[in-house]
């Protein structure tokens, strides 16, 4: 007869083992547990996937001009949210490389962002004439003191992605954003 501590013992392996992953979703097993991004992982984003998206009406503290996102990576069929380690950023304006504002958001993974877009850390970037990519700020919401706007969820990143991202996991550009089907 098996006493109940070992049966608690070889739960707990098996829980373990398991590492708290669904094994029935691949991308998130293969991912990393959680992943926090430095400028050096945003290096090069231009040569990752491009939706050029044209000029749209500046949100509070945009600039003006075309916009274009870049991903790191697509989303898969069928799948609900992309993955650990995924890096989208959105660029405005065609000035001078230096002058365009540059945002992004990295999936860091588990809690992070709770109350917001869960999973993923908001950031502001800026490259110098060179192209080389410098973070100007980064968290779950835009530092006290820029021109973002104020504050549902606890930030105004969140305010929106979370608003208009509820199905498609805080990504709002089509055709990166991740639609389940
Ligand atoms: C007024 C609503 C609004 C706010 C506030 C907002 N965004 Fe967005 N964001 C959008 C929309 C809409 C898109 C889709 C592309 C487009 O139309 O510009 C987008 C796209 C993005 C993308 C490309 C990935 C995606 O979701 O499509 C990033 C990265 C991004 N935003 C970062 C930020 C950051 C960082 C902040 C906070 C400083 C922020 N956004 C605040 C509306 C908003």
Aim: aromatic share 8%.
């Amino acid at each position: 007869m098996t006493s109940p501590r070992a049966v608690a013992l070889s739960l707990a392996g098996a829980l373990a083992a398991c590492g708290g992953a669904e094994p029935s979703d691949p991308p998130a097993a293969q991912a990393p547990a959680s992943f926090v991004a430095f400028a050096r992982d945003f290096e090069g984003f231009e040569s990752w996937a491009a939706f050029p998206l044209g000029p749209g009406t500046p949100a509070v503290g945009e600039i003006e001009g075309p916009r274009t996102v870049f991903a790191s990576r697509l989303p898969a069929p069928g799948e609900a949210a992309l993955p650990v380690g995924t890096k989208l950023v959105k660029v405005i304006g065609d000035g001078p490389v230096e002058t365009r504002q540059v945002f992004a958001m990295a999936k860091r993974g588990g809690d992070y962002n709770a109350f917001g877009a869960k999973g993923w850390e908001w950031f502001e970037l800026t490259r110098d004439a060179r192209g080389a990519v410098s973070v100007d700020w980064r968290g779950v919401s835009p530092p006290d003191g820029t021109a973002y706007g104020t504050n549902l969820r606890g930030g105004a990143c969140n305010e929106c992605h979370v608003e208009q991202g509820a199905a498609t996991d805080a990504v709002l550009t089509p055709g990166v954003a991740p639609t389940g089907r």
